[in-house]
């Protein structure tokens, strides 16, 4: 359950705790932050993904949405009418978050990448920028949402290497899973419930490997989300995290011996670090 100012107070436990590149002994860890919080480059998809952004902020249309969020394992979805430019505010990836998913996955160039939550496509258009060559699988519980989100692709000329599959991740998880085989980089950034976080999360350690990334978004937006990410933390498979407050970063590469959990900032947060 979410408590009032939950993330607010989060925030300033994070701020406080949180490190620079300047106090990283890790070499891996500082050519992340480097890569993903210092690096200042603008890229041309950003201006493209942002542009839609910005049409569908202005845009009068309201959809359909299906919430599979609150629906018990194999339950219908709670159906709801929202505009679209609501669901851009209250749901979509904010800029900041869709470049770092940009810069991380440009780091590491995931090839088999999986989406839990495409929303309106803001997350999965950064994805598919940044690999151009990957095989992306999005899942999404309202049609149309996947509906928008695939025009979206198809404008910047991104849906090619991206399925978005429409329905319940409880029925298309397995599925997906399977036919990636191997998952480099998951995002999981829908049905923000401890017990459904944790049963994805589980279902994809079968898929994972050395060089495997999993992305959490919200881990600090209720208890039970924070509850999760420390039992991920705690899995004896994960070897490294990587907390940036907005995303947060599960490693599995049995090279990193001593398991470490870091939080970072970038260094302008804190320019007394240099
Ligand atoms: C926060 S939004 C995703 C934002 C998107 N990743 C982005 O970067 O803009 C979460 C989405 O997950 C979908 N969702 C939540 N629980 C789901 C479930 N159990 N099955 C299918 N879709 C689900 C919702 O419909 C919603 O569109």
């Known amino acids: 359950m979410q408590k009032h100012g939950y993330p607010i107070r989060q925030f300033l436990a994070f701020y406080k705790a949180a490190d620079t590149k300047f106090r990283v002994h890790s070499p891996f860890v500082?050519?992340?932050?480097?890569?993903?919080?210092?690096?200042?480059?603008?890229?041309?998809?950003?201006?493209?993904?942002?542009?839609?952004?910005?049409?569908?902020?202005?845009?009068?249309?309201?959809?359909?949405?299906a919430d599979y969020g609150a629906a018990p394992p194999g339950g219908?979805?709670?159906?709801?009418?929202?505009?679209?430019?609501?669901?851009v505010?209250?749901?979509?990836?904010?800029?900041?978050q869709g470049q770092w998913l940009f810069r991380l996955?440009?780091?590491?160039?995931?090839q088999h990448v999986l989406e839990l939550g495409t929303s309106l496509g803001v997350g999965t258009m950064y994805l598919a920028a940044a690999v151009r060559s990957a095989t992306i699988i999005s899942m999404e519980g309202s049609p149309d949402c996947a509906h928008i989100a695939k025009a979206n692709l198809?404008?910047?000329?991104?849906?090619?290497?991206?399925?978005?599959?429409?329905?319940?991740?409880?029925?298309?998880?397995?599925?997906?899973l399977k036919s990636l085989k191997t998952v480099d980089f998951v995002f999981f950034d829908g049905h923000h419930r401890a017990d459904a976080t944790?049963?994805?999360?589980?279902?994809?350690?079968?898929h994972?490997?050395?060089?495997?990334?999993?992305?959490?978004?919200?881990?600090?937006?209720?208890?039970?989300?924070?509850?999760?990410?420390?039992?991920?933390?705690?899995?004896?498979q994960v070897t490294l995290t990587v907390d940036l407050f907005?995303?947060?970063?599960?490693?599995?590469?049995?090279?990193?011996?001593?398991?470490?959990?870091?939080?970072?900032?970038?260094?302008?947060?804190?320019?007394?670090?240099?």
């Not at 947060?248 to 947060?269: I, M």
């Open 198 to 206: 944790l049963q994805y999360f589980e279902q994809c350690l079968p």
């Open 76 to 87: 219908d979805a709670a159906h709801r009418r929202a505009p679209i430019r609501q669901i």
């Open 208 to 236: 994972v490997h050395a060089q495997t990334v999993l992305v959490f978004d919200d881990i600090y937006w209720s208890t039970e989300m924070t509850a999760a990410w420390k039992a991920i933390q705690q899995h004896p």
């Open 30 to 65: 500082f050519e992340l932050v480097n890569a993903v919080l210092e690096d200042q480059r603008w890229y041309y998809a950003f201006r493209d993904v942002e542009a839609i952004r910005r049409k569908m902020q202005q845009s009068n249309l309201v959809i359909d949405v």
């Open 154 to 176: 198809e404008i910047l000329g991104l849906h090619k290497n991206v399925q978005v599959q429409t329905g319940p991740f409880q029925e298309n998880l397995p599925a997906g």
């Open 105 to 110: 996955a440009q780091w590491l160039k995931p």
């Open 246 to 274: 907005d995303l947060s970063l599960a490693f599995f590469n049995p090279d990193f011996k001593n398991k470490q959990h870091f939080k970072l900032l970038p260094s302008r947060c804190k320019p007394w670090h240099f």
């Open 89 to 96: 505010q209250r749901a979509a990836s904010s800029s900041r």
